[in-house]
Structure formats: C-alpha cells, structure tokens
C-alpha cells in the first residue's frame, strides 16, 4: 500500500485533476475487467470534480455500461432534496453520460423507510451482491471535514467502531441533517484506492491532523488496500 500527498494551488484545480484522474482509472478498470466500481462523495469539492468530468471530453469515450456507482454516505431525506449526495451527483454527471441506471446504486430515500437502520440494512445487502461484504472498489472519494470526519464518520461517535455491517445509520449527527447513512470503517478500507479530496484554509488542522494519524481523527483511520491518495489545494496544506 501506497500514500501520496498531491498538493494543487487551489480548489479549482483539486477537482480538475481529481476529474482527469478519475476518468482515466475507470478506463483503466474497464480494460482490465470489463466493469469498474466508484464509490462518489458529496461536498464542494466532490461536487465541482462530477461536473468536471462531464465535461472532459474523456468522458465520451468511457463504455459508462460497465461503470457502478455507489455513495460512502447519504443524508436521510426525502427523494430530490438538493441535499442528498445523489441528487447532486445526478444534475453534475450522471444525467450527462450514459450510465445505465441499473449501474446507479443509491441509498434509499426517507420516503416510505421504516427507519434509517432498514435502508442501511438495504444498502449493505445491495453491496454484498456485488462482494464479500461489498466489491472491491477501484476506487472511492473522501470529502474531509474541519472535524477530520470522512463520510458521516465523525470523530467520537459510536459509528467508528461498527464493524458487523457495511452500513450504519447515523443518527443525532453534529452536522445537519441529523440522520444519515455512511459506510462503515472496514468498508471504506477495503477499496483498493481511496483519495481524500479537501480545500481551504478551514481544513488545514484536520489535513495535519489526519496525515499525522493523531488519535480518533477519521480522516486518518481510512486508506486503500492498494493506495491512499490526497489530493488537496495549498490552503489545506497549510499545516503540515
């Protein structure tokens, strides 16, 4: 296993790069295999790089037929809420490509959910179809937050800790919404690439911290089985 730091002047570069990056690892996964599994983030940052790769012209020569996409987490909330990671991931890029939407694996909205722990329960069982307990993905997008949480793992909290499912409800979260649904820890770290994307001066203590593997910082517990890649602006490198 491999780490990098990739250190960009700002956060319009970040995703970019990120995009170009991206784009070519998933042709490079439908060329080996046939197929390729993503694992998309929300944020800024996770946002402005789906745009990005709509609009490369890399894109039009990707066979999207073999891609899979997937979320490391969800807010619980109704169906088109424009916070839902999906919800922008579907305006910035999957309704621009031509992604079969059976390849499109979403979490479940709180529309009709009994609960949060049933669509967590759901999605765990729709990752093992494709794994044991989930693919193994080529690669999986990590937001980081000034907490250092990752996904909807934050620093602290009892969901850290989860290891007999690949999904966990998160409920009373210290960021709103309140209730999410976020991979879990083990699950995160089976991918074979995860790259953390993060900008701003607001994040520099957590990239520190992280990169420093201090005690109880998510972003410093997850990493790929075969590589961990960062990819931040100066701002967030402030620290180092």
Known sequence: ????????????TVAETTAARLLVSIADALSARGEA???LTGGTIGVATLARMAA???SDVIDWRGVHIWWGDERFLPPGDHDRNEVQAQRSLLKRVRLPEENIHRMASSEGATSPEKVAQ??????????DPAPAFD???????????VASLFPGRPEMKVVATSVVAVKDSPKPPPTRLSMTLPTINGAKEVWILTAGAEKAR?????????SGIPG???????RTLWLIDKAAAASI
């Open 1 to 12: 296993m491999t780490s990098s730091t990739m250190i960009y002047p700002d956060a319009t």
């Open 37 to 39: 599994h993503i694992v």
């Open 56 to 58: 490369s012209p890399l």
């Open 122 to 131: 759901a999605y765990a069982a729709e990752l093992a179809r494709f794994g």
């Open 139 to 149: 690669v999986l997008l990590l937001g980081l937050g000034p907490d250092g949480h």
């Open 206 to 214: 957590a990239v520190a911290d992280a990169l420093a593997h201090k």
């Open 220 to 226: 410093g517990m997850v990493h790929g089985t075969d």
